[in-house]
């Protein structure tokens, strides 16, 4: 067996002066053509949402991830990076520095990459916690852009893999994840959100609330794709491995 049931949600905004609000459906999850698409998994890097990051990553990430591998659907990891582009002169390296006080390629620099294409360095900003590392089967593609899509290999892989529909997690929500989601479904791929798997970047007053991960859930379900919870998507490759 090598398809289940998925219990999703998506949102009814009808163009007229009422909507139906949150909707609850079943779709089919195939092993065959469905891929789990991590996005920048390591974290966001703010001090204030770390105690949340990491509780997202533990008690929803890695139970994602190892339910996938156990049935078999591909995990593909999609990380920022820092190639010799001079990337600082971009827009978004100008974006970076002026809001973030972030230099892309200081920040962006490893030690376990060919310094001739990309930058060498220690940085720690994009390492993946060793829990959710990748295993030897996963995939690994690195992104230098806000969506995994853009200028990478993600596309051309999805489609040797004859993936249709990608379950997605990460971070963050309102940036890198969103843009990967958003591109993922203009290309036609069926976008699944495990909306307990991410977090947006937060104001300070909205931590505690997560309103704005909230906001741009709801987003999701009307705009993008489905949202289902990870249990639900864990107990679904649990009834296929059954």
């Known amino acids: ?29 195939d092993t065959t053509d469905t891929a789990l698409l991590a996005v920048d998994v390591g974290g966001m890097g703010h001090s204030m949402m770390l105690e949340k990051e990491n509780e997202v990553i533990s008690e929803h990430i890695l139970p994602t991830m190892n339910a996938a591998r156990r049935v078999g659907i591909p995990v593909v990891y999609v990380n920022n990076s820092a190639p010799k582009i001079e990337i600082q002169r971009s827009e978004l390296g100008k974006i970076s520095e002026r809001s973030h006080d972030l230099l ?17 360095g220690n ?40 993936i249709k529909t990608l379950i997605c997690v990460g971070f963050s929500l309102d940036v890198c994840l969103h843009s990967t989601m958003i591109d993922a479904m203009n290309l036609n791929y069926q976008v699944v959100l495990l909306r307990d798997a991410t977090l947006a970047q937060e104001l300070p007053d909205d931590v505690e609330d997560l309103s704005f991960t909230k906001r741009l859930i709801t987003l999701t379900e009307y705009a993008i794709g489905y949202t289902a919870s990870s249990q639900s998507f864990i107990s679904a490759c649990s009834r296929i491995s059954d």
């Open 1 to 29: 067996m090598t398809t289940g049931n998925l219990n999703v949600r998506y949102y009814k905004l009808y163009l007229h002066n009422y909507n139906l609000g949150p909707t609850e459906d079943c779709i089919d999850l």
């Open 104 to 120: 892309w390629e200081e920040w962006g620099s490893e030690d376990t990459v060919d310094p001739k294409e990309y930058v060498y």
């Open 123 to 162: 940085s720690k900003a994009l390492k993946i916690p060793t829990l959710i590392e990748p295993q030897s089967k996963d995939y690994f593609l690195r992104k230098h852009s806000y969506s995994g899509f853009f200028d990478t290999r993600l596309d051309g892989l999805l489609r040797n893999l004859g």
